[in-house]
């Protein structure tokens, strides 16, 4: 049977027939990647993705830095740096860091963990493959990288004044990130929606 795909970037409608392997499909117009389906078995992204919980508990349960100035030693967790932002007056800020680090990330993870383990247990109810919908608008809010960049560079300008000392939840959080990138790198949405339909065959 065969299926309607339309390009992102230039609305070319393509008439592709079920795809049974690995594939990486090209617009014909602009060649812009429209389908991508890899060999990878479901297990490889829940096993990513269970990391990744793990990673991100330990990432706030842990300091990301210990500084030390004059003596005195200043703790922060990844929470903590939000809400010292707030305390500060930098109310848009803190909310932007809490949303973009924290709250879209778990929401990303939770609802990818949520719909692999219902496709293992070759349950797809409606519920979870509904929630699929919110992946793609969500994932452009994810801004790991950019804040565990800004970090590193404003740590390394610190290091002039004050002793900085790498966290647990540094390392876990940077950990996280190279988690997260390969779980959404497995799990394209075509890939899922493979899954989908092979569980419900």
Not at 154 to 173: D, E, K
Request: glycine letters at 6%.
């Amino acid at each position: 049977m065969s299926a309607l795909i339309i390009c992102h970037a230039c609305d070319l409608v393509h008439r592709l027939d079920a795809v049974s392997g690995p594939a990486r499909i090209r617009c014909a117009r602009c060649r812009a990647e429209i389908l991508r389906t890899t060999e990878a078995s479901i297990d490889t992204p829940i096993a990513w993705a269970m990391s990744a919980l793990v990673l991100f508990i330990i990432a706030n349960a842990y300091p990301l830095v210990a500084m030390k100035v004059s003596g005195f030693t200043r703790l922060t967790t990844l929470l903590g740096a939000a809400l010292g932002l707030y305390d500060q007056g930098y109310e848009s800020v803190a909310g932007l860091v809490f949303f973009t680090t924290f709250l879209v990330p778990l929401a990303q993870l939770g609802v990818l963990l949520w719909v692999l383990i219902a496709i293992k247990l070759g349950q797809p109810r409606a519920e979870p493959i509904a929630s699929l919908r919110l992946l793609e608008p969500l994932r452009p809010w994810g801004m790991v990288e950019v804040f565990l960049l800004g970090a590193l560079v404003a740590l390394t300008r610190l290091s002039t004044l004050a002793t900085i000392v790498p966290g647990i939840g540094l390392i876990a959080y940077g950990s996280f990130m190279l988690m997260l990138s390969s779980l959404v790198t497995t799990t394209p949405r075509e890939q899922l929606w493979r899954w989908i339909a092979q569980s419900r065959s």
